[in-house]
């Protein structure tokens, strides 16, 4: 079974921190994804990486940034957290290839920003 | 990107009952639509998936719909169950990047 592992389920930051939230893939996926979840919103994709060192804007990549250094972990960064990014952030990744397939998700981070 | 529109946002039937979601995208170059179930509290998850030279597929009780030259597909769910309560989300890829509605909370009252 496919694991997608986010390293915190639950964070509570301060406006102005830097924040870091870490995700973790266990099948040796090429794509991975941060989306974020609001009520009445959906997914929002914010970035995603198709290979190691590579990444892509989404549709609302503005306040974040990314890393994938390795094929297995993908990083979002909130360089300085405002009370707006307070929400729920979604890792997911994929086998690779284009169209991209089957989607899975890890369990989540709900980040409040104070 | 990719406006893809979802509808209803809301959906209440009786168990037994069927439901029926659809969903609207922009993109023409589209070529693969999944959906996506999330029940409370846990992640999405992959229930059913058409890829743009299909124009149907089914798997037990829910199936799905595509009419690309109308650019839209809909999920159906017959003889629904409490259990199939939940948040569904819509989705249209082009190329690496999935483009979701906004999702339909369906609830299935006994």
């Known amino acids: 079974d496919v694991k997608v592992t986010q390293s915190s389920r639950y964070l509570v930051k301060r406006t102005g921190e830097k924040v870091f939230l870490e995700c973790v893939q266990d099948m040796d996926h090429e794509n991975m994804f941060w989306y974020r979840q609001d009520p009445g919103l959906g997914l929002r994709l914010i970035y995603f990486s198709y290979d190691v060192k590579m990444k892509e804007k989404g549709d609302i990549p503005e306040g974040y940034s990314v890393s994938r250094e390795k094929k297995e972990r993908f990083s979002l960064i909130l360089e300085s957290a405002s009370t707006n990014q307070t929400s729920m952030y979604l890792c997911a990744s994929s086998p690779g290839g284009s169209p991209n397939e089957k989607l899975f998700f890890g369990s989540g981070t709900q980040l409040s920003v104070l | 990107g990719e406006n893809v529109e979802q509808h209803p946002s809301t959906l209440s039937v009786q168990e037994g009952d069927s439901a029926v979601i659809k969903c609207t995208y922009s993109d023409s170059a589209s070529n693969y639509f999944p959906w996506y179930k999330q029940e409370l509290g846990k992640r999405p998850q992959l229930i059913i998936d058409?890829?743009?030279?299909?124009g149907e597929k089914k798997d037990q009780r829910i199936a799905v719909t595509l009419n690309k030259t109308a650019k839209h597909f809909s999920l159906h769910i017959t003889e629904t169950q409490p259990e199939d309560s939940a948040v569904y989300f819509c989705?249209?890829?082009?190329?690496?990047?999935?483009?979701f509605g906004k999702g339909t909370s369906l609830l299935v009252t006994p």
């Open positions: 058409i890829r743009s030279n299909v």
């Open positions: 989705a249209a890829v082009t190329g690496y990047a999935l483009n």
